[in-house]
């Protein structure tokens, strides 16, 4: 069973764009569960503290994780990009819309899922 990790902007992306989490078993076609990292949840939390743009949507996905209830992997780790990449291997596909982390989880052999067009989820 493949795990899907969700990256912070990821979620946020998803609440932007209105995309649901319901496309993946789609995109995937096989036995997966979807996590969230505490790290993820922590950043998700103080961009949501912090104010501006992303503040708003930042709540919105931490509701988004509850509603859904996706379950948490908690991490020693602070930095979320750096504990997707120490829990990224085979068995796991990272959800993240961050180009410099989609480069390196490719080049460790990781599939990643991101948003397309602003309409939808792919596969990279």
Not at 13 to 34: M, W
Not at 87 to 116: M, P, W
């Amino acid at each position: 069973m493949k795990k899907v990790l969700l990256d912070t902007i990821f979620l946020i992306d998803l609440v932007r764009f209105k995309i649901g989490t319901d496309e993946i078993p789609a995109l995937l076609q096989e036995p997966h569960s979807i996590f969230a990292l505490s790290a993820t949840l922590n950043e998700l939390k103080k961009i949501a503290k912090r104010g501006g743009a992303d503040s708003g949507l930042a709540r919105l996905a931490l509701e988004a994780v509850k509603v859904k209830k996706i379950r948490t992997i908690w991490v020693r780790e602070k930095n979320a990009d750096r504990a997707l990449l120490s829990l990224a291997g085979k068995s796991t596909i990272v959800a993240t819309d961050d180009i410099k982390l989609r480069k390196k989880l490719k080049s460790i052999g990781v599939k990643t899922i991101y948003v397309r067009a602003r309409k939808h989820l792919a596969m990279g």
